[in-house]
């Protein structure tokens, strides 16, 4: 079956920063939209950025504008988050997700999901 693995998140210091990455087994990539998510304490789990089969079209919460930057390597299997000027606010344990779907942000567009990785911003 299908395999996300994240990377080991961490602790990071407000302004900080952090890459995520997450690679996947039994599902090519290069035929995925691939997309983080996020979730804190006592909320809803939101879309954070989404990246599409080619890697040529991507989407961000705004809340992550400017801040984030989602990429992939197809040929390693891989996609990546940068997290750069982190703050408290994007404490959160963060989900790697894969869909057939083209470019996708909605949660329930998504078929298969890492485990998640917790990241921790210290103000």
């Known amino acids: 079956q299908v395999q996300l693995v994240e990377s080991r998140g961490g602790l990071v210091q407000a302004g900080g920063s952090l890459r995520l990455s997450c690679a996947a087994s039994?599902?090519?990539?290069?035929?995925?939209?691939m997309g983080w998510f996020r979730q804190a304490p006592g909320k809803e789990r939101e879309f954070v950025a989404a990246?599409?089969?080619?890697?040529?079209?991507?989407s961000y919460a705004d809340s992550v504008k400017g801040r984030f930057t989602i990429s992939r390597d197809n040929a390693k299997n891989t996609v990546y988050l940068e997290m750069n000027s982190l703050q408290p606010e994007d404490t959160a344990v963060y989900y790697c997700?894969?869909?057939?779907?083209?470019?996708?942000?909605?949660?329930?567009?998504?078929?298969?999901w890492g485990q998640g990785t917790q990241v921790t911003v210290s103000s």
């Open positions: 997700a894969a869909t057939i779907k083209p470019i996708a942000t909605i949660r329930d567009d998504y078929n298969y």
């Open positions: 039994r599902l090519s990539i290069s035929i995925a939209t």
């Open positions: 990246s599409s089969w080619s890697g040529g079209y991507t």
